[in-house]
């Protein structure tokens, strides 16, 4: 059957994801002698990292590299070991961790949270495989641990730490039921609920923890040519050796509505998501050059984040509306469109592209337009503590517009639905609504 098939080919995801990682480390050690390697990493571990923090800026780009590749390497060992199953969460949760670890997760302060979760699966008598995609994505909130390690003493940052960890699971499943599918990154909504509760303490008790804009510029050409060799070799190693079929495939992919759970690896195999990843990343580069943008951490963390959401429910179709949007955004709020934090909200803003593929493309513009406003205040609160802030802005966004878009507007049925999706498994075999909704519930469990 076609579902088996598909797992066969995608078995080698872990091995594609460690050699990722390995590129990235060589990347990092051609820019950087020993002794500034080793200088670079201390100085980025005892960081407090709070958004906007780019490592690439405050320890240069063979240490932030080499932290990215370190992070991926030691994803992909934890992922091994527990016997994840390889799906598009599973490309979801490396390309987030390869990212933000260019600017807030470094190989120190992500493992009190990972902990947390790992005594939440325990005292809930669960394999630590149901949460270990979780437990790495809760790590948006590792500047608390290196906050409250720098503030007050590394014992409490643990603790911290590791309370975090615990509590993300359960609120994390409630965020994403209410969010209705339509804010990709719902676990950042979750992570910006939890840390609105504990910043209001972290002041009452004195600590002052407070957002800051470390940005590097000047390295778009080298980075660039960086990016353009992953796209690439994304799009060839897609194509080969059946470049026919897999570009049928992906236009069938065009035609999804993103909407999660849209889990694109586990439907049309590794060959159609590849090349997605790679035309997504060459368009996210392009915006940011494009517009007048610097490439460094934050922004290769976002494009990072895009192409490993090119597994999980984002396409060229439904992404540009967003991103145009938060362009024409930046014209209405009279904020340059090469403001640092409408860089990132053009690019990771994208998390709400089921807006686009759901409603339409002009549903994903005011999407975008919204979101534009809502995440230059959203995330003031919390004082740059939740690496994932457009997430939690996505999750405003979404919360509100949804209701009212179903409650005035009956969506034109999309070419192909995500209910269509399933149909694929099985040869073409007819399932029932519950078969359907058995299949649903177990991609919900793999993103959470």
Same mark, same amino acid.
């Given at each position: 059957m076609h579902i088996h098939h598909v797992a066969r080919r995608n078995a080698a995801l872990l091995p594609a994801a460690a050699a990722f990682g390995l590129f990235l480390i060589l990347y990092g050690l051609v820019h950087t002698d020993f002794p500034g390697l080793i200088q670079g990493l201390y100085t980025l571990l005892i960081h407090e990292d709070v958004l906007i923090t780019d490592y690439i800026y405050l320890s240069g780009i063979g240490s932030a590299f080499v932290n990215a590749g370190l992070v991926t390497l030691i994803s992909v060992a934890i992922l091994y070991l527990v016997g994840e199953t390889p799906n598009g969460s599973t490309l979801v949760t490396l390309g987030l961790m390869a990212g933000f670890s260019l600017f807030g997760k470094n190989i120190l302060n992500i493992w009190p949270i990972m902990a947390g979760t790992a005594l939440y699966a325990t005292a809930r008598r669960e394999p630590l495989s149901k949460y270990v995609n979780v437990s790495m994505l809760a790590t948006s909130l590792a500047p608390m641990v290196s906050f409250l390690s720098s503030a007050t003493s590394p014992w409490v940052g643990l603790l911290v730490g590791i309370l975090i960890g615990f509590l993300i699971p359960p609120v994390s499943e409630y965020a994403f039921r209410i969010q209705n599918g339509m804010n990709l990154y719902s676990l950042g909504f979750a992570c910006g609920l939890v840390a609105m509760m504990f910043v209001p303490v972290f002041k009452a008790l004195g600590l002052s923890p407070a957002s800051r804009l470390l940005w590097s510029t000047g390295n778009n050409l080298d980075l660039g040519l960086m990016l353009l060799v992953i796209c690439l070799g994304c799009i060839l190693c897609g194509l080969f050796p059946h470049p026919r079929e897999v570009l049928?495939?992906?236009?069938?992919?065009?035609?999804?509505?993103?909407?999660? $759970?849209?889990? @694109?690896?586990?439907?049309?195999?590794?060959?159609?998501?590849?090349?997605?990843?790679?035309?997504?990343?060459l368009v996210a580069t392009g915006y940011i050059l494009v517009t007048g943008g610097d490439l460094n951490g934050p922004t290769i963390g976002a494009i990072f984040t895009i192409m490993g959401f090119s597994a999980y429910g984002k396409h060229l179709r439904n992404i540009t509306s967003v991103m145009l949007g938060v362009l024409l955004g930046s014209t209405f709020l009279h904020v340059a469109t090469n403001n640092e934090a409408l860089q990132l909200a053009a690019l990771f803003g994208t998390t709400l592209a089921p807006f686009a593929g759901f409603f339409g493309w002009p549903f994903g513009i005011l999407a975008g337009l919204i979101h534009s406003a809502v995440v230059l205040q959203a995330g003031l609160p919390l004082e740059g503590m939740n690496l994932y802030n457009n997430g939690f802005s996505g999750g405003l966004v979404a919360l509100v517009l949804y209701p009212v878009i179903t409650s005035l507007y009956r969506h034109r049925r999309p070419v192909l639905q995500d209910e269509d999706l399933f149909e694929i @498994?099985?040869?073409?075999? $007819?399932?029932?609504?519950?078969?359907?909704?058995?299949?649903?519930?177990?991609?919900?469990?793999?993103?959470?």
């Open positions: 049928n495939q992906y236009r069938k992919l065009l035609h999804t509505s993103g909407r999660a $759970p849209s889990d @694109y690896l586990r439907v049309f195999g590794h060959g159609p998501v590849l090349v997605n990843m790679g035309i997504n990343g @498994y099985e040869d073409d075999t $007819p399932q029932s609504e519950e078969q359907l909704d058995a299949h649903a519930n177990d991609d919900i469990q793999m993103l959470h």
